[in-house]
């Protein structure tokens, strides 16, 4: 019998009392027995063996003198159909009326209950009458959630016991005849076989592949002099903070050998031999401040204080702290405890944050201003994005950094203009070079104003923030064309929407088909020829895959069909045998079926598969990410007969999982968050968290330990309130909310061993407590720091009882640990609302 509590039902005790007294609760019975009030016979063997007989003859009804067990056959009520005699059992009052007072355990909630059955004079049950029925209820049928069990608990039961869920398996992936082995037709991809694109990942943090030119010009009407140029250090080498510069200038060097590569090309760069013409020497410094933020998306935490958060989103026009609380205050009673829980309120009413406001007369005291609301809407539509542009969007910023130059001034410049008898005009061009590309763009970054007649202009001017993407990742886009030409197309494009809408559907599928354009093929057969071999790459290994193998099952199978292929092309293909050499598909791996999207559906189902904006639309499909559906490793490919394997080929992609591309897969997004769904048993919060709590029985005055969500109070007297989570059925309270019962902390066990919540401090440790955090950072472990403080204990319980011994429990690893979390967040707090 399945129940919450563990418990099934069960007699305790079972007594019979000649007389027909009333009692509200056992222990009243229990006090009149032991005090030898008036006689009583023990039955509690006899119930307990009628129980079972009951059980065995009425088809399984745990209800003792089940009604529908005995009613007659016409439906009709029949005293005579049972009694004492029918039970085995000797009557021990005859001739009187009797009482069989019964003390049971009530299946699906635990709790200990007591009936009072009735016997007439000879023996018989007394006959149901008014609101009295000899029936006693041991089980709670279709209680909802104490003996009831969802699909999804019952099936994740299954797989988690290894017993029996491959006992399972095995018994729902065959149907015990004998037939010839039946083998999937199965293309697979393996992207990404060797690792190369996390390392690409690394390259984009630790090198930008960007390189900044100033260029310093004199901007005489009708012509230009160079003046000198300056490289930026590497932007890796730069941070958020600005950091001031002083670049000396120098001649143009288009030599591919310097420090940074070639120059950009310009014929006006060079100024032919210096040493006839002093003037004509290049001289000078440059004065600029540069700063270099990347990414630009952060993912900043959800979890965070709404101050925090909306400053890192660049929104500082909050008020006061005061108010910063008020909101904080306000969302919390509308329900949203922190940013997520207000995201997942804003997809839910269609994505309009303006509505979620509206729904609560909280929401009145939040006082958003226009950019803080603008701020908000725009995270969460890049967050909660489905389409594929949103998805570019947020690849493209978390591969772009923000370049802000300030340009102070120049000093000791050349004079260009000498033989006019004047000095300069200087003006500054700052250009960039895609270092993967070896391309530089045409556009530039900015143009400086002109100083005139000086050879040490002062600009004090910034410019910027401009997004950069990093030369790899850039690289994937074809360059726009610049200047006048450029325009021109630009704004052609906007009388032709559907080259237009293609044009930006091919740059958001180069921002999200990272994991998508390279990869490694093997093919499985549902027929395999001994001795035949092909010449085509990845159809050699001769390994089968049966409709009854696990995805776990599968993986294995990939990794040795990959070495057999790489065995077959030894000595006869060396690039081959690379490529399918050393590849292990692991734990980490996904393998993910192609599911093509509504818009390939609804075109297929309106029988226009042949036309080119079917093909155009599928081929997209499959490059795109989120078109893929993670299978469960502990499935087999028969439980997944959606996607029809065995029947037809099927298509397959192998992907390491990555928090980069669970960012472009909003499939596996979703089925990781189900995957790693917590459970109420790992529930730990900084205001609640799971535990036992002691219960006490109505009836008797017993306890037990029971599941219940454990919360603190300000209350001097049995500060915590424990929450049954799966409240007695006639207590009508809602599991968890409703029924709460205040327990002092004897009567509370913490199932968390670190909880969030339970700050309290022992007063005699207290003040050595404090001693921890310091001994942390000057190195000492955990363990060392128990020892020192013990010392430091044990010595001062001495002291204070004047050299006796004292009795003073020790402070424990688990304390110094707990005590060292919440001051870490206590100070990242407070650096917070700096």
Known sequence: IFNRQGAVPGIMRAVMVPNQTVFTTWSDLELQLNGQHFPFRDLTDSIVLEHEKQVAMNGGLMNLFCEEWLMAPGGVWNPANYGLEQMHIDDPYKGMEKVLWIRFVRGG?????????????DGKLTPKAGDYSPEVEMEQINVWPQTKVTKEEFISCMIASPILGESLRRLGSCDHVLHAKKLIPLEVTIMDPHQEEEEEALNDV???????????????????????????????????????????????????????GGSRPDSSKDLGDDTKDINKKISGHLFVSVSWDFPVWKEIGQEHDFKEWMEAQGVHELAGKNLNEQRKEALLKMGHTDVKALGDAWEKDNKLLGKVFEKDP?????????????ALTEYFKLHYGEDVHLRAVQQELMHTGNLTIKLKEAKMLRMSDARMGRTCDPQVHAYLRNDHLGAWQKKKIFQST??????????????????????AYQARYKLPESGFIGEVKNQLLNFNSKKKRHLQEDRDLSSVKRFGQEGLRIKFSETVVSGQTSQVPGENHKVDVMIGDSIREFKA????????????????????NRRYSDISIGYRHLVMVFVPSLKVQKLFNQKLHTSDEYKRQYNMDLQDPSNWQPLDPARNFAQYQQFNFGRSSVMLRVVEETPTYKAQNLRYKLFEEEQTKLTYQERDEPKTCYGWAKYTHETDSTSEWRQAFISRTEAKEKPWLAAWIFAPQDKNAVPGLDRKEAKDRREVLLHPRLPKMDDQVTPEHEEILKQAVILRISGKSDW??????????????????????ASVAPITVDEIRAYCMREEAKQASAQANK
């Open 784 to 805: 060392e720091i128990e020892g020192v403080l013990n010392q430091v204990l044990r010595e001062q319980a001495s002291k204070d009882n004047q050299g006796g011994t």
């Open 109 to 121: 909630d635990g709790e200990r209950c007591f009936k009072a059955v009735k016997f007439e004079k």
């Open 557 to 576: 199978k990939l990794t040795n069909a990959c070495q057999k292929e790489a065995n077959f092309w030894k000595g006869k293909n060396e690039d081959e």
């Open 362 to 374: 909280q929401a009145k005291t939040l006082k958003f201003n226009a950019a803080e609301l603008k």
């Open 450 to 471: 002109t100083k005139i007649g000086t050879r040490d202009p002062k600009w004090n001017t910034d410019h910027g923030p401009f997004p950069i993407m990093t030369g």
């Open 206 to 260: 630790f090198d930008v592949q960007q390189s900044v030119l100033l260029e310093v010009w004199d901007a005489d009407p009708g012509r230009r002099d160079f003046l000198g140029e300056v490289w930026l250090p590497p932007l890796v080498t730069l941070g958020k903070r600005p950091k001031d510069m002083v670049l000396p200038l120098s001649k143009a060097d288009f030599s591919e050998d310097g420090d940074n």
